[in-house]
Nanobody, 128 residues
């Protein structure tokens, strides 16, 4: 059983920055693919970013086109934590942000169906 707890959401002005964090339980966190998804009101949950383990301590980052160049996903395996640094935020980034773990490292990072654990979500609101 893996527990994921997000933190760091809040209100930020357009053009500003915010970092959300996700603390995970689990003894083999370093082997998990970790992802961030978001869901805006009235919309489906969508992929934001993921860090897939490609072997050893090498991870491959993937981003949705809508956030590429603005958001950065990173992880600290010693702290069992994954981060999403959001820069140059836009009002359309407003959503509940969820972190997720693919403990079998079986997916491609994009597909939420491969993630077996999810956090409760943290609200990010970008004002214009």
């Amino acid at each position: 059983q893996v527990q994921l707890v997000e933190s760091g959401g809040g209100l930020v002005q357009a053009g500003g920055s915010l970092r959300v964090s996700c603390a995970a339980s689990g003894r083999t966190f370093s082997s998990y693919t970790m992802g961030w998804f978001r869901q805006a009101p009235g919309k489906e949950r969508e992929f934001v970013a993921a860090l897939r383990r490609s072997g050893g301590n090498v991870y491959y980052a993937e981003y949705a086109d809508s956030v590429k160049g603005r958001f950065t996903i990173s992880r600290d395996n010693a702290k069992n934590t994954v981060y999403l640094q959001m820069n140059s935020v836009k009002p359309e980034d407003t959503a509940v942000y969820y972190c997720a773990a693919d403990t079998r490292n079986s997916g491609n990072g994009y597909n939420p169906l491969f993630y077996d654990y999810w956090g409760q979500g943290t609200q990010v609101t970008v004002s214009s």
